[in-house]
T-cell receptor, first 113, second 115 residues
């Protein structure tokens, strides 16, 4: 069974701090990894994708992937109150080609002003 | 502006009354998909389409139909809605079948209530 696990939180960090969000996945065949941000009642917004081991940086966001340990993380530097949202980790395992995103349950991030 | 659009955004209906939720993208994406989001269950795929006239079931297809007659449109059809289909629905699209190019972009969502 494919699973993506996240701590539901809430993760509370002060404004300006680094927020660290973690995700583990069970299917070793997973090859594509994504972080989405979702505000309450809104649609998931893609903020990072990562396909190979290591770090990928985009502005204040850094995604880290370790396929051997089957985890992917997201670092948010200089956290802002506007970053307060639920962060969804999603994985694609291209077994059938249907390219379904398997989502974790999400981690709720609260950035305190 | 590149986007995925859905209509209607909110819908309240009664059991058994057929309805269609439309989805359209203007990015020339080949791949399109429907998800539903429910508290405690997260986001789950309903149906997907790899290209025009190519559709297939996702994880939770029961009670739904789709069609893909044009590249830009991917409507979701509920022939006989039931209360357990009350949910938040998202359409998503993705550019290419090429390996490594699987970023999916979501529409704004349709909140459906079936009474």
């Amino acid at each position: 069974q494919k699973e993506v696990e996240q701590n539901s939180g809430p993760l509370s960090v002060p404004e300006g701090a680094i927020a660290s969000l973690n995700c583990t996945y069970s299917d070793r065949g997973s090859q594509s990894f994504f972080w989405y941000r979702q505000y309450s009642g809104k649609s998931p917004e893609l903020i990072m994708s990562i396909y190979s081991n290591g770090d990928k940086e985009d502005g204040r966001f850094t995604a880290q992937l370790n396929k051997a340990s089957q985890y992917v993380s997201l670092l948010i530097r200089d956290s802002q109150p506007s970053d307060s949202a639920t962060y969804l980790c999603a994985v694609i395992t291209p077994d059938t080609g249907r390219r379904a995103l398997t989502f974790g349950s999400g981690t709720r991030l609260q950035v305190q002003p | 502006e590149a986007q995925v659009t859905q209509n209607p955004r909110y819908l309240i209906t009664v059991t058994g009354k057929k309805l269609t939720v439309t989805c359209s993208q203007n990015m020339n994406h080949e791949y399109m998909s429907w998800y539903r989001q429910d508290p405690g269950l997260g986001l789950r795929q309903i149906y997907y389409s790899m290209n025009v006239e190519v559709t297939d079931k996702g994880d939770v297809p029961e009670g739904y139909k789709v069609s893909r007659k044009e590249k830009r449109n991917f409507p979701l059809i509920l022939e006989s809605p039931s209360p357990n289909q009350t949910s938040l629905y998202f359409c998503a699209s993705s550019l290419s079948r090429l390996a490594g190019d699987y970023e999916q972009y979501f529409g704004p969502g349709t909140r459906l209530t079936v009474t």
